[in-house]
């Protein structure tokens, strides 16, 4: 069954760059034709999906943070990474990377909340606090 595993530095200073990597263990994140997730949660509020990179290596972002948002893999690692730039006190939150079969996407997440029903897996969440 694919695990994923969040990791990455829990604290990030306003401007800076916010990096994680989510690693997944049990299904490949190449071989397969599955989107692989970053979703976010800020304290007191729903989850905002962020973006996603699909087995075929395309991306896909968020309107709203698609200027400010990396999505990149390592296959050899079987592991995709996480970078937003340019980030602000709003942007602490809990991160999770998941994986979908269907596509999620910003058409789905402009539409209508992102649900963790849409996922069929999850990472347990990392912890990233912006502030100086």
């Known amino acids: 069954q694919v695990q994923l595993q969040e990791s990455g530095p829990g604290l990030v200073k306003p401007s800076q760059t916010l990096s994680l990597t989510c690693a997944v263990s049990?299904?490949?994140?190449?071989?397969?034709?599955?989107?692989w997730h970053w979703i976010r949660q800020p304290p007191g509020k729903g989850l905002e999906w962020i973006g996603n990179?699909?087995?075929?290596?395309?991306?896909y972002f968020s309107p709203t943070l698609k200027s400010r948002t990396s999505i990149s893999r390592d296959t050899s690692k079987n592991q995709f990474t996480l970078q937003l730039s340019s980030v602000t006190p709003e942007a602490t939150a809990v991160y999770y990377c998941?994986?979908?079969?269907?596509?999620?996407?910003?058409?789905?997440?402009?539409?209508?909340?992102?649900?963790?029903?849409?996922?069929?897996?999850w990472g347990q969440g990392t912890q990233v606090t912006v502030s100086s």
């Open positions: 049990g299904g490949s994140i190449t071989t397969s034709s599955y989107y």
């Open positions: 998941a994986r979908s079969s269907l596509p999620v996407d910003a058409v789905v997440a402009t539409v209508r909340p992102v649900e963790r029903t849409d996922f069929d897996s």
């Open positions: 990179i699909h087995s075929s290596g395309s991306t």
